[in-house]
Structures are given as structure tokens and as C-alpha cells.
């Protein structure tokens, strides 16, 4: 009985022995992958700390840009951010393409990836620095984009609805997109380091501060019938004004609603 039972726990050693070998025999390595297709890995942290990384990373090339090619640094900069989800996208990654500008008769580097169409034809760039020239070419040399060149180069409001009037995006909120992310992060302290002087709109804050100091705004309380223009023309002022000591993002506004007005010759 002892014999049968020690022979009978050989047998189950040798099985598994057996078994574990054949395993390992059959494992095989996976091949890497080529270095050129390793995909960056992803920022971490909060997405307004990725933005600020990037704006540090790639705001004086937006500034080289603009003063090359009189493209307003900050609607560079926004449309990087955007397009390239700050430097996160997969195409980015992969290409250092941060416009998700595509092949069409482009003769360098190329990676096919998913977009408004399956493996659609991107152009790939060996350096970041060499997207951002890309940009400016593809806006400068296009006769499309021509107008936008006739535009004020601090004007990044004009800029960013005359982009998306030629055709650059079909999304109807990209203008609106490009100046939450110029304004939001003070994008256009970069056009003005460019220009060496204050952008039209921070004058006009100024100019705002200026009265307020001074002065002090009167508030007025909106009634029914009312809007922006018949406040303005009401208080001898402009809706741009109203919306800018307001922070208005748009013209609507509602009844009982609070604004502040600049004194002028109409009392209230």
C-alpha cells in the first residue's frame, strides 16, 4: 500500500512537470514595436495645469511664428491647445501633428488615423516646432485664408470668427472655443509682447478701470422691453462696452437683471 501510493505521487510530479515545460516552450516574446510608432504617454494632472505646460512649452514659438508670418500668436496657441487636446491628442503623440493639418499633397512623413473618415491620412513632423511653421504656412500661402491677413494682428476676436467664415472649421462654436481659451489663459499677453504695446481690448479695460476709479459705475436694472442696444443708446455708450463692464458673453439678458453703466450725458 505505501509502494503504490509513493509511485502513484511520482507519476503526478512527473505530469506537472511535464505540463509547466510544455507551457513554457510554447510562451513567446511579443515583438516590440518599432520606436517611431511608440505612442508619448499622456500628461498627468489637472487639465488647466496641462494647458499652462503647454502654453510654457510653445508660446515663444507661437511668437517667432507671429512675427514671421503676422499671425496673432494667441490664435496660434489657442488652436494648438484645441486641436491637439493641449499636446494629449493620440495624433499629436504620434505625429507632433498639433493642427491635425492632413497629407493632401504632402511628400514628408505620413500616419493614417481616425478622424471625420477610417485611417485618414495625417502629416507627421519630427519636431513640434516644425507643426507650428506648417500652420503658418497652410494659412499664409492659401488663398482662403487671404482676408484674415487684412484683419488687425491684435484683433484675435476677428481672427477667430474670420478662421472659422473661410472654412477652417465647420464647427459653428470654434470662434467662440478660441476666445474662451485666448481669454481664459490670457493668450493675448503674447501678441502683445510681440507688438510691444497693449491689445485694443486691454486698453479699452483700462480705459474702463480708469472711469471706475474715478467716477463709479451706476447700476442700472434691466426692464421688459429692454436690450443691450437700447441700454447703450439709452446711456450714450456701445453694447461692446455694456457686455465688457459686464462680462457679458452675449447680448441676452433678462428682466430684474443687474448692469453696471458707465456715467455718461443721459441721467437715470
Not at 34 to 60: C, K, L, M, N, W
Not at 96 to 113: A, Q
Request: include cysteine.
Amino acid at each position: 500500500m505505501v509502494s503504490s501510493c509513493g509511485s502513484k505521487k511520482k507519476v503526478t510530479s512527473r505530469k506537472s512537470t511535464h505540463k509547466t515545460e510544455n507551457k513554457s516552450e510554447k510562451r513567446t516574446p511579443a515583438p516590440a514595436k518599432p520606436v517611431d510608432d511608440v505612442v508619448r504617454a499622456r500628461p498627468t494632472g489637472s487639465y488647466a495645469d496641462i494647458v499652462e505646460q503647454y502654453i510654457s512649452e510653445f508660446s515663444e514659438i507661437a511668437m517667432e511664428e507671429m512675427r514671421i508670418y503676422k499671425i496673432p500668436a494667441s490664435i496660434t496657441l489657442a488652436q494648438g491647445i484645441l486641436e491637439s487636446g493641449a499636446g494629449r491628442g493620440e495624433l499629436t503623440r504620434r505625429a507632433n501633428n498639433h493642427f491635425g493639418i492632413k497629407c493632401h499633397d504632402w511628400e514628408g512623413d505620413k500616419v493614417y488615423h481616425d478622424d471625420d473618415r477610417s485611417q485618414e491620412c495625417f502629416r507627421k513632423y519630427s519636431d513640434p516646432k516644425y507643426s507650428y511653421r506648417d500652420h503658418s504656412l497652410f494659412l499664409s500661402e492659401r488663398r482662403r485664408y487671404a482676408n484674415l491677413f487684412e484683419l488687425d494682428i491684435d484683433d484675435y476676436e476677428a481672427w477667430a470668427k474670420g478662421l472659422r467664415s473661410a472654412g477652417y472649421a465647420t464647427d459653428r462654436l470654434y470662434p467662440r472655443k478660441l476666445i474662451d481659451m485666448i481669454e481664459r489663459y490670457q493668450l493675448q499677453q503674447f501678441d502683445e509682447e510681440v507688438l510691444g504695446k497693449k491689445s485694443r481690448r486691454r486698453e479699452r479695460s483700462s480705459e474702463i478701470a480708469d472711469v471706475s476709479s474715478n467716477s463709479g459705475f451706476k447700476t442700472y436694472t434691466v426692464e421688459k422691453g429692454d436690450t443691450l442696444y437700447s441700454i447703450s443708446k439709452r446711456f450714450n455708450t456701445t453694447v461692446e462696452m455694456l457686455q465688457e463692464v459686464n462680462n457679458l458673453r452675449s447680448n441676452d439678458i433678462s428682466i430684474g437683471q443687474r448692469l453696471k453703466v458707465i456715467p455718461a450725458n443721459n441721467e437715470f
